[in-house]
């Protein structure tokens, strides 16, 4: 697969070359160029490793230096994606449809990829002011607080903040990775919410948990699920990477 896409790599660089309406005349340019050319065409697939910089450069005629500055640009893009040791993958994105609701771990099952979570916090509290707002609670209450880097297998791909009744979820232990499938083992899962979306740069702490630079691209979330009788169930605030998550509506015209 690393060879034919090499190959078409090649070739699309070289046709870019000699197309004088192309206006790339940089190397780097036109690299990059030809590599989200042949990532649209669907030569390669999201998730797919490309040759190495040495190969890269030794097949077409550049300098490493030339290639290394083409591919940083496609990942200050979302187009690809670095890990250290392992090499340069195509992006893989998710999109989530909004007019559904569900969680996280669904949305990845669905896609054949394997949800976990790392969790910073997972604890029982008195609900803060602005807590104690968002959820029609009443001052003193107690809530679960559940703070996590959500995963796609190794990568990471959000940062979570959740905030539920204590009296509808006692235990913080009961979640592992799906918040909705343990309020549904207690019948309190959510029937409809509220959402709303910003775009922003994620901040230095952010970033570095999400393998990111800081200041790229992300997605603020804001979520308040209801239980049929209008009670919240649930306050989430997530950072998603700009760079893998897409939101996608459905619009209707009246």
């Given amino acids: 697969m690393v060879h034919a896409m090499q190959s078409a790599l090649v070739a699309e660089y070289r046709r870019l070359s000699r197309d004088r309406s192309a206006h790339q005349p940089l190397a780097y340019l036109r690299l990059r160029s030809a590599i989200r050319n042949i990532i649209e065409r669907r030569v390669v697939e999201p998730g797919h490793a490309l040759p190495s910089e040495r190969d890269l450069a030794q097949a077409i005629g550049l300098s490493r230096v030339t290639v290394r500055k083409a591919l940083a640009g496609l990942v200050e893009e ?15 994105r998710i999109v989530k449809p909004m007019s559904r609701l569900t969680s996280f771990t669904e949305d990845l099952r669905a896609r054949g990829l394997d949800a976990r979570s790392e969790f910073f916090e997972r604890d029982v509290g008195e609900v803060t002011p602005e807590e104690s707002m968002a959820m029609n609670l009443s001052p003193g209450s107690q809530v679960v607080r559940l703070h996590r880097v959500r ?3 190794d990568e990471p791909i959000a940062i979570e903040r959740s905030v539920v009744p204590a009296d509808v979820l006692p235990d913080p232990m009961l979640v ?4 909705y499938e343990a309020l ?15 775009a922003v740069p994620l901040s230095a702490r952010h970033a570095r948990l999400l393998h990111v630079r800081a ?3 992300g997605l603020n979330v804001e979520r308040r699920s209801f239980l049929d009788d209008g009670r919240v169930v649930e306050f ?10 897409d939101f996608v509506a459905e619009l209707h015209a009246d």
């Fill in 215 to 217: 200041g790229s691209a």
């Fill in 176 to 179: 592992r990775d799906s918040l």
């Fill in 236 to 245: 989430t605030t997530s950072w998603y990477r700009g760079d893998i998550y």
């Fill in 184 to 198: 549904e083992t207690r019948g309190c899962r959510p029937r409809r919410a509220l959402q709303r979306l910003r």
């Fill in 78 to 92: 979302g187009v690809l994606i670095q890990r250290h040791g392992a090499g340069t993958f195509v992006a893989e």
């Fill in 151 to 153: 995963y796609a297998g």
